[in-house]
């Protein structure tokens, strides 16, 4: 049987087709795997550990059915609804991020898109958050147009986040109140503007392989420079609160076969890593090369020392990662030489 090393040699590329990722996953041996997708991480993205948080600028109420989401309207979940943060408890979030080490900060609200007041309220946020701090601002405000995205930029916002969640094919199994397509037009609209692009999804929907593998492949075409990989944490109330979470070996194997499809990129480990446990740096030594760290949106995460340790502890440095797109916009996977 032909080695992922021996096909990589044989072709010279690591344009590697969907089919043949899929076959890997059922013959490779894991450790070859976890393997490839590292030298590939190493030429193409470096050894340097992003690290990014999030702070929840406006929760609960959402009108959107999210099949997995504990702030939608739809589902009885108990969760508590917050109004659009302030300016100061913003600011103040985000110095304790920057003095713990964090590289990014994204600021997330709840709900199918913003108004023209939030746009504006946000904005001055932003603004202020940029004169305050030298983190590099990102924002995740559901499905924006392009007008409000070159808003965002002028406010010092540099990545737009906007999950795909999943593959085209399952999509509508996971939510009715809008489309994948609807969530591909605000890529493009952030990425006009100027925004560089942050989109992944969450394993554990009930999805397959080939959904995940899917999602990347559209996620690479959209141009994003960063990809979020979460681990559903079923939250009692909503449909999925029954699903199964992800074992160990699936959240590995899926990380590095999604390197394959986006080389360059920061690949993270997101919300529900704690799915992984001590294996997480498995997966640092296996394709990923970022992390959410702190709390995520309505579920508890890792502490921002506790893991700035691990990566000391694993022989990685925590840094930031700059990545230029080219001028079509898209980044290329590359011939190995």
């Not at 509508?172 to 605000?186: A, V």
């Not at 079923?234 to 394959?260: D, K, M, W, Y």
């Not at 930031?320 to 001028?327: E, Q, R």
């Amino acid at each position: 049987m032909e080695s992922i090393y021996e096909y990589i040699r044989r072709t010279g590329t690591i344009s590697i087709p969907l089919k043949k990722l899929l076959s890997w996953a059922e013959t490779v041996p894991l450790k070859e795997i976890l393997e490839a997708a590292d030298t590939v991480k190493q030429k193409y993205a470096g050894t340097g550990v992003e690290l990014c948080s999030i702070l929840n600028a406006r929760s609960g109420r959402c009108s959107e059915d999210c099949a997995f989401c504990a702030q939608s309207a739809w589902w009885n979940t108990h969760c508590a609804p917050k109004p659009l943060i302030s300016f100061r408890e913003a600011l103040y979030e985000a110095q304790q991020c920057e003095a713990k080490g964090v590289h990014r900060f994204s600021l997330v609200t709840s709900g199918r898109c913003l108004s023209v007041e939030d746009t504006d309220h946000l904005c001055r946020v932003y603004e202020g958050l940029a004169s305050k701090t030298s983190l590099r601002l990102c924002g995740s405000h559901g499905l924006i147009t392009e007008k409000q995205a070159r808003q965002l930029v002028s406010a010092g916002v540099s990545r737009y986040h906007c999950n795909l969640e999943t593959g085209p094919n399952f999509f509508p199994s996971i939510c009715s109140t809008h489309t994948i397509e609807d969530k591909l037009k605000t890529l493009s609209c952030a990425r006009r503007a100027g925004l560089e692009l942050c989109s992944g999804g969450i394993m554990g929907l009930g999805e397959t392989l080939q959904d995940r593998l899917e999602m990347a492949s559209l996620v690479a075409q959209a141009g994003a420079v960063s990809f979020p990989l979460n681990i559903l944490t079923p939250i009692p109330g909503t449909p999925l609160q029954n699903c199964r979470i992800p074992q160990v070996h699936e959240i590995l194997l899926s990380g590095a076969l999604i390197r394959f499809l986006l080389p360059h990129v920061t690949l993270r480990y997101a919300g529900g890593r704690k799915a992984l446990g001590v294996h997480v740096v498995e997966g640092l030594h296996g394709g990923i090369n970022g992390l959410l760290t702190g709390d995520y949106l309505t579920t508890t995460g890792r502490s921002i020392e506790e893991d700035l340790k691990m990566i000391t502890s694993a022989g990685f440095s925590a840094r930031a990662h700059d990545i230029t797109l080219p001028p079509n916009g898209l980044l290329q996977r590359e011939e190995l030489r």
